[in-house]
């Protein structure tokens, strides 16, 4: 069973920044992509970013100049760094982890931008 640890979401002001973290048990050579998406209430998951295990990144046009990915292969963990976040910035976010062709998902982190 493939476990996703998340940490790192919590209330910020508009204009502040968040890094989320997130850890796998996943065996790091069978990893085929990992990745953050985010549910805000009353709305459907969507994509927030993906890192291939070839390194190739994908951004959701909403966040792309203010968040970055990016992965440890040491510590098989997969981090979102967030600026400049904004009251829709909202939401539930997940860890996603492509994983022999499955999809796996952590248990989520708040992420509440408010002043």
């Known amino acids: 069973q493939v476990q996703l640890v998340e940490s790192g979401g919590g209330l910020v002001q508009p204009g502040g920044s968040l890094r989320l973290s997130c850890a796998t048990s996943?065996?790091?050579?069978?990893?085929?992509?990992m990745g953050w998406y985010r549910q805000a209430p009353g709305k459907q998951r969507e994509l927030v970013a993906t890192?291939?295990?070839?390194?190739?990144?994908n951004y959701a046009d909403s966040v792309k100049g203010r968040f970055t990915i990016s992965r440890d292969d040491v510590k098989n963990t997969v981090d979102l760094q967030m600026n400049s976040l904004k009251p829709e910035d909202t939401a539930v976010y997940y860890c996603?982890?492509?994983?022999?062709?499955?999809?796996?998902w952590g248990q989520g982190t708040q992420v509440t931008v408010s002043s």
């Open positions: 996603n982890v492509l994983y022999f062709g499955l999809n796996y």
């Open positions: 996943a065996r790091r050579s069978r990893i085929n992509a």
């Open positions: 890192i291939t295990s070839g390194g190739s990144l």
